[in-house]
């Protein structure tokens, strides 16, 4: 197929039924980018020779360099079938762990996926995410068995053998899919029946769970991939060809003399060809023939590659050629490697563009299809259900199924990501060649131009004395002043661009799910956090967005630009309708962080230094952002540290073994070291800490006392904490609002059944004495509201509305606690988002308030308030007096009632105890206020010095992130694997061959702090022949004791009297205060007279 040109696109444009939006999503290194490049040469946009060579869609340096695609791109492409003319959108995306932002995004505009997998390294980690998020997203998969090659030239497999791996690779695909759909069943099965009330008269003891009945009864064949049903291609993208077995269907149909349709169920499977009978039969295997995809398919593939990869047989090459009526150029087929020459062949008999893009026609739906459950998931954020929504927002789901252009119908653009673009690369800055007409109508010109100016000379001439002739070449004036126009034209042009050039220009990736849009349009933006029951309730009717409004999330643009996207290049377009990908650049009237949307996968924070922190997905996305900083959107020099690695402080239960795993109850302690330690734990005076680590702790005004125990949470309970944070910020939310006296945060019915079983797993959880009614005792979660520590109230006079409030919508009066509620709760959060080692979130600890004494205050109260009232008795008597006796009139008495004394008697009675103690004319007998600040004041810094104290109490141990490693690589550079993971404190969890293949998988945990740098040592070690794919996996407690030393008998023969050996948690916890500015005790130089001499050097 030819080259398309731009208006043929706009045109396809307008035909929504014959759109496909597709992405190409797979593991890295599986060939999505070279099959991108086979299917972009189909359209005439590059040579076939440099289909996998070229890499068209990675526009970026550092994605050619490094070999993998970083960022998702688009390109639209043409292709025809069957006398319809279809219009691709076509989006490769990363495979690369660190980018999995990237594929999420482009899930979102697509309606399919095409999913790449290797023939010979299967199912991967990230294969199996892919299938996951196009599952999640409702987008309809396919599916390419890719490098079928490396069978041939590698593994050295028969065509039967090869028929056997590549039956257990589609195996593989399908039982990620089947899993997905048995967890979707089991989860709806399980939301009927919590909504289906059982039957009052109905026994407990009768009722049971069918697991199996929602599969039985459920379709899921459609869901599977089978070659068959024609949603699987086989074939090689670095060699140019696939296929699918309709295409030999066609073949062998007229040959075999068998009917299309038996062909093609039978073609797949364990089916043989009975040659006498001329029938198909069933039991290939058991009767040892060959299956007939082995005879027919398999085996005329493998002699075209001994032919022209193996032997190099000219004379077969030649026979091959001529039965398939191919005409194979002189220079391809006397090059000298034979590859050029195996795609030469391929292309013309095989072409995998064809086999892919027919699939995509055939099996996907067009942007008419869109599912109804897809819409309301793009309608609806985080736990938010459609129903809940307002009844004009649930309107706009008919505009999506809809999928009209016409003028009636709403424009809605969804925005899945912003991308950055040189402005030198935008169409309206580049150099046109000019066309035919435009360069006659510039000649036009010119000679105008030049006849006008001989004009004026022969007038010169005629009004001067004739003296000599003046010749004018009439040819190169012409030619001069087209070049002089063309100059100005070039400066003009150059001038008007030349601050656009020195900038980068934010476009958005977007598709049109409504409507048209056009340039100039002027509409509404809707941000991530925009809730429609609350920005409805402040539109006025007939608002545009061209309207000042002051809503929360939304803002209005104009569309400058709309683009097409082709790859590299980006097409200039007056509008796109319903259904397609386009880019948008708008103006935002109210400005859009676009730097910040330019990858959705970062985080930047500000620390208190003043320092900038990149939060990243992994160490190639991290370089990779800093690399766009330096020369795209910052373009200065950018002084960076060392990663950061966040750690978490945890305690633990006392140990039973020291570190050398001796029983420490059966030891003597080492006094002099064991009293070392105990002056390292000394605690400041006032402190009070019992023998069960109960810490008790005074206000500096000593008003009030503290009492804190800290116990660290069951395992289960920490995972429960965490999985479910959004839930945890839900209720907060809603107990905030009724605190604050708001009206109360509306939470829908399933997410309140969410929380209820939330409350229940936490109470399963939670087992033995010492956890009894522990729940309904949670007073907050922490940090942040929503992390997973939780501070219990065991007092018997604090009762503090529940945590559950939007379960059982009871409040209860906090009595004298009232107005200092909020300040333990302060302390305790602060105490949880830094910990005592080296200032890092705590996790897994439950700190619990035993006592609170607040009764010298209740005492200044009352004192203070009773003197009040006694000064305000006297005042009303002397006013009254003032009044009766005296006669005056109106007008006499209006300057005495409205005196600062009469209305302050009336004020100082309805004040709370809170204001009266923040009150600074209180006198110096009273004073509830000092030095320290106010006493709200103290009572944060107390409840965070206290939980501080408790922590402190306990064991401490330092949680490290974990990443799951998983190594493919051969027998031969298993060692030196084994050698980098050991080095980095990494510790091997399973080794398994893989099955038909001499490579082993290798899976294993590595610490993140030990992980930079990692994946280049394992390619330099084993010369390229192993890569490791890391993905974070858990917190894992690091076992030794930051601050440990020896205090028994074995730990002091076995560690010596420096213990100097390698700590790990005791590096981690030093390199952490050294970075945030915090004391480390540590000896840089001991005994230096025992240094080595120079002499010894030599």
């Not at 006669?887 to 005495?896: A, G, K, M």
Request: glycine share 4%; hydrophobic share 35%.
């Amino acid at each position: 197929m030819g080259h398309t040109s731009l208006e043929n696109i706009v045109d396809l444009q307008k035909n929504t039924a014959n759109i496909r939006n597709i992405c190409i999503v797979a593991h890295v290194d599986h060939g999505k980018t070279t099959l991108a490049d086979s299917l972009i040469a189909s359209n005439g946009i590059i040579s076939n020779r440099l289909a996998g060579k070229l890499r068209y869609m990675d526009s970026r340096e550092d994605e050619q360099l490094r070999g993998i695609t970083m960022k998702s791109s688009s390109i639209s492409l043409h292709f025809s079938m069957d006398n319809q003319e279809y219009l691709i959108n076509m989006i490769d995306s990363p495979g690369h762990v660190d980018f999995s932002s990237e594929v999420s995004t482009a899930v979102r505009v697509c309606d399919g996926a095409v999913v790449v997998v290797d023939v010979v390294e299967g199912v991967c980690p990230q294969t199996q995410a892919v299938l996951r998020q196009a599952w999640l997203e409702n987008i309809r998969p396919v599916l390419v068995i890719n490098k079928i090659d490396r069978l041939i030239i590698e593994l050295k497999l028969t065509p039967l053998e090869a028929y056997i791996h590549l039956q257990k690779i589609l195996e593989q695909v399908n039982a990620v899919t089947g899993s997905l759909f048995t967890s979707k069943v089991l989860e709806d099965r399980a939301e009927m029946e919590v909504k289906e009330k059982p039957s009052p008269d109905s026994k407990s003891n009768e009722h049971f769970y069918d697991w199996s009945a929602g599969l039985e009864e459920t379709d899921d064949s459609h869901l599977y991939f089978a070659p068959e049903q024609g949603n699987v291609v086989f074939g090689s993208a670095i060699d140019g060809w696939g296929f699918r077995i309709e295409q030999f269907v066609q073949m062998y149909s007229q040959k075999v003399g068998i009917s299309t349709e038996v062909l093609l169920k039978t073609l797949w499977g364990d089916y043989y060809l009975n040659t006498k009978a001329k029938k198909i039969m069933k039991g290939a295997q058991s009767k040892g023939k060959k299956p007939l995809f082995v005879q027919l398919v398999l085996e005329n593939i493998w002699s075209l590659y001994e032919a022209v990869v193996v032997r190099r047989d000219k004379e077969k090459i030649d026979k091959i050629v001529n039965s398939l009526g191919l005409t194979i150029l002189p220079r391809d087929s006397r090059h000298t490697d034979p590859k050029v020459h195996l795609n030469a062949i391929c292309t013309q008999w095989l072409p995998i563009s064809h086999a892919v893009l027919s699939m995509v026609c055939n099996k996907l739906p067009s942007p008419l299809d869109i599912a109804a459950e897809r819409v309301e998931k793009l309608m609806c954020v985080r736990s938010r259900r459609f129903d809940s929504l307002p009844v004009q927002t649930q309107a706009l789901k008919q505009a999506f199924l809809e999928c009209k252009s016409d003028e009636t119908a709403p424009v809605i653009v969804f925005i899945c990501k912003m991308f950055a673009v040189d402005s030198k690369a935008l169409p309206q800055n580049k150099l046109r060649p000019l066309s035919q007409e435009e360069i006659a109508q510039r000649r036009e010109q010119a000679r105008k131009r030049h006849a006008e100016k001989l004009a004026n000379q022969m007038q010169k001439l005629e009004q001067n004395p004739p003296g000599k002739t003046l010749e004018i070449s009439s040819a190169n004036t012409s030619t001069r002043d087209i070049q002089v126009a063309n100059q100005m034209e070039q400066t003009d042009l150059n001038t008007c661009r030349q601050d656009s050039q020195q900038k980068e220009h934010f476009i958005a990736f977007a598709r049109v799910y409504s409507g048209t849009i056009r340039r100039g349009q002027k509409l509404f933006v809707i941000g991530p956090k925009y809730d429609p029951s609350e920005a409805l309730a402040k539109l006025p009717e007939s608002c545009s967005p061209g309207d000042d409004l002051s809503i929360p999330h939304l803002a209005h643009c104009t569309v400058e630009d709309l683009y097409l996207l082709m790859g590299k290049e980006l097409e200039n377009v007056q509008d796109v309708p319903v259904g397609n990908v386009l880019g948008e650049m708008p103006q935002l009237v109210r400005g859009m962080k676009l730097l910040n949307q330019a990858d959705p996968c970062v985080e930047v924070l500000v620390q208190e230094t003043g320092e900038h922190v990149l939060v990243t997905a992994g160490e190639v996305h991290l370089q990779r952002c800093l690399d766009d900083l330096r020369e795209r959107f910052a373009k200065v020099e950018i002084s960076s540290s060392e990663p950061i690695v966040p750690f978490r402080e945890i305690i633990i239960r006392p140990p039973k073994l020291d570190m050398v795993n001796e029983d420490i109850g059966t030891q003597q302690k080492v006094a002099v070291i064991h009293q070392k330690r105990e002056d390292q734990n000394k605690y400041p005076d006032g402190v009070i800490v019992d023998s069960d680590g109960l810490v008790t702790l005074n206000t500096p005004n000593k008003l009030s006392t503290l009492s804190v125990r800290a116990m660290p949470l069951p395992e289960a309970v920490t995972q429960l904490l965490e999985e479910n944070s959004d839930l945890i910020r839900t209720i907060e939310q809603f107990n905030l609002s009724v605190k604050e006296g708001r009206e109360a945060l509306e939470i829908n019915l399933t997410t309140l059944e969410a929380i209820q079983k939330f409350k229940q797993k936490l109470e399963e959880n939670f087992v033995g004495r010492k956890w009894r009614n522990a729940v309904n005792q949670i007073s907050s979660f922490g940090p942040r509201r929503c992390g997973p520590n939780i501070l219990l109230n065991r007092l018997e006079s604090y009762h503090r509305p529940s945590m559950w409030q939007c379960l059982d919508k009871t409040n209860k009066d906090l009595g004298t606690y009232k107005d200092f509620d909020n300040s333990i709760i302060s302390g305790f959060q602060l105490a949880t988002l830094s910990g005592p080692v080296c200032e890092e979130p705590l996790m897994g600890v439950c700190f619990i308030l035993e006592k609170w004494d607040i009764s010298k205050v209740q005492q200044l109260v009352q004192t203070h308030n009773l003197s009040s009232t006694e000064e305000q008795t006297t005042k009303v008597e002397e006013l009254q007096h003032q009044v009766t006796s005296k006669e005056n009139s109106l007008s006499e008495l209006e300057p005495i009632l409205e005196s600062p004394a009469a209305q302050g008697s009336q004020v100082q009675g309805s004040r709370t105890p809170a204001e009266s103690m923040a009150d600074g004319k209180c006198n110096s007998e009273v004073a509830l206020t000092d030095c320290y600040g106010p006493f709200s004041g103290q009572l944060i810094a107390t409840m965070k010095e206290a939980c501080r104290f408790a922590f402190q109490a306990r064991p401490q141990r330092l949680m490290a992130a974990m990443y799951t490693c998983e190594i493919m690589a051969t027998a031969e550079v298993l060692g030196r694997v084994y050698a980098v993971l050991s080095k980095r404190a990494g510790r091997v969890l399973q080794e398994e061959m893989k099955e038909g293949t001499e490579m082993f998988i290798i899976k294993a945990v590595l610490p993140v702090a030990e992980s930079f740098g990692f994946a280049d040592e394992i390619r330099k070690r084993t010369s390229g022949l192993a890569s490791p794919q890391l993905v974070f996996s858990h917190w894992e407690v690091i076992p030794s004791d930051p601050y440990w030393v020896p205090t028994t008998e074995e730990e002091y023969l076995h560690f010596g009297e420096k213990a100097d050996t390698v700590n790990q948690a005791h590096k981690y916890m030093n390199t952490v205060r050294k970075r945030k500015g915090l004391y480390v005790e540590e000896k840089i130089v001991e005994h230096a007279e025992k240094q080595r001499t120079l002499s010894k050097n030599k």
